[in-house]
């Protein structure tokens, strides 16, 4: 089992900046990718980025340029840098893992955390 935390989240203006970090704990070896997700109101949860533990890495076409991901495996942690903020990136955001084990494929979510972005 994989556990997932996320923290923050908050109250920001346009243009400003944002860090996420998640902490998985539990069976880490058996992770193999980490990444965000993201649930405005009335929209559906989309993929924001994701990266693998051998390093690879994607963000969503729309946001590239202004969010990245990176992590740290000593520390079981990874982040979401958000820059240039916009009122559309209101939303909760989730830490999800990909976990596999013998031949199943299965994810794990964190709780969530707000972003709120407006004037």
């Known amino acids: 089992q994989v556990q997932l935390v996320e923290s923050g989240g908050g109250l920001v203006q346009p243009g400003e900046s944002l860090s996420l970090s998640c902490t998985a704990s539990?069976?880490?070896?058996?992770?193999?990718?980490l990444g965000w997700y993201r649930q405005g109101p009335g929209k559906q949860r989309e993929l924001v980025a994701r990266?693998?533990?051998?390093?690879?890495?994607n963000v969503a076409e729309s946001l590239k340029g202004r969010f990245t991901i990176s992590r740290d495996n000593a520390k079981n942690m990874v982040f979401l840098q958000m820059n240039s903020l916009k009122p559309e990136d209101t939303a909760v955001y989730y830490c999800?893992?990909?976990?596999?084990?013998?031949?199943?494929?299965?994810?794990?979510w964190g709780q969530g955390t707000q972003v709120t972005v407006s004037s």
């Open positions: 999800n893992a990909i976990v596999v084990g013998g031949d199943q494929i299965s994810g794990s």
């Open positions: 539990g069976s880490i070896s058996s992770i193999y990718a």
């Open positions: 990266v693998t533990n051998s390093g690879a890495s």
